[in-house]
């Protein structure tokens, strides 16, 4: 019997992009259910951080975007995101754009706090992490291979969009060739399906 794969995402999650992505690439079926994270009690019986996305494959909870991409990745029959001479590089690659989704996220809900309980000096923290991190990419990330498609690559996409739908696209013209790579990689058919929306 064929696994039940169900994927609970968000509308605008780049965590959940990225397995969105992966799945799209890796051409897994799933069923994708969009939740209010913040209302989705029933998850905390599978995963009790409850967060977003979480994949249920029958009984069994995956979660972690990381986890969910190198599940998806393993049943596949296409090529991997995750060949093994650059594993560990597109690891780290894939932490550092994990950590630039979670700056921007970070700062956008410190953000939207009621002005006397936000932070600005948290804010200003974020953002200096943000604009550091992409001049960061701008300078070292340069072993990709175009014509390859790896893990690194959908994250970083991820994170870069989502840089500029939470935060500003101030970065594109500060960091040319990141801007170049990307302005061509967003036009795959799985990066213009998956992009973030309103609620
Ligand atoms: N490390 C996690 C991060 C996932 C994450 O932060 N998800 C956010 C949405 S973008 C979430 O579910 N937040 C709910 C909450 O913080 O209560 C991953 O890679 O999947």
Redesign the pocket.
Known sequence: MQDQIILYN?P?????R??KVTSLVQEIKLEEKIIN??EAYFLDKHNPI????TLMVNELAI????N?CLYLDSISKKNTLFPKKKYWEIMSMTSIA?GL??SV?ERR?ESIRPDNEKSNSFINKQEIRITRTIKWLENNWNNYDENYLTMDQIAIGCALDYTMYRFDDRWRSENSKLNKWFTIFVENDFMKSTLPREK
Do not use: A, C, Q, W
């Open positions: 968000g605008n999650s780049p965590f959940g990225k397995t994270v913040y409850r967060k977003i996305p979660m972690d975007s990381d969910i994990n989704m979670e996220l809900m």
